[in-house]
Nanobody, 119 residues
Framework: QVQLVESGGGLVQPGGSLRLSCAASGFTFSLYAMNWYRQAPGKERELVASTTSAGGSTKYADSVLGRFTISRDNAKSTVYLQMNSLKPEDTAVYYC????????????WGQGTQVTVSS
């Protein structure tokens, strides 16, 4: 059974930091590109960060570039999102996503974890 289990969300003050984790099981993690998405109430789900199957390349949304870092540990089948200099507009539910490569035929989603940035 495929599972993506997210953790690390919570309430932080503006300017603070938070580290999200997504633990994968039930598929060959090292063959999948990994992504973090987020969705705020009333807004579309947006792609925040992506990393290739080997972790050699990363991409970021303009809104988080320089503040967020995606990384992965294939030995632990886990992908991370380090979030620094958090802003209130970062408040959203954050979702872990796995995509089979190279044909991108299969996608898996985590349950989401709430991140709230507020004073």
């Amino acid at each position: 059974q495929v599972q993506l289990v997210e953790s690390g969300g919570g309430l932080v003050q503006p300017g603070g930091s938070l580290r999200l984790s997504c633990a994968a099981s039930g598929f060959t993690f090292s063959l999948y590109a990994m992504n973090w998405y987020r969705q705020a109430p009333g807004k579309e789900r947006e792609l925040v960060a992506s990393t290739t199957s080997a972790g050699g390349s990363t991409k970021y949304a303009d809104s988080v570039l320089g503040r967020f870092t995606i990384s992965r540990d294939n030995a632990k089948s886990t992908v991370y999102l380090q979030m620094n200099s958090l802003k209130p507009e970062d408040t959203a539910v954050y979702y872990c996503n796995a995509v089979s490569m190279p044909m991108q035929r299969t996608r898996y989603w985590g349950q989401g974890t709430q991140v709230t940035v507020s004073s």
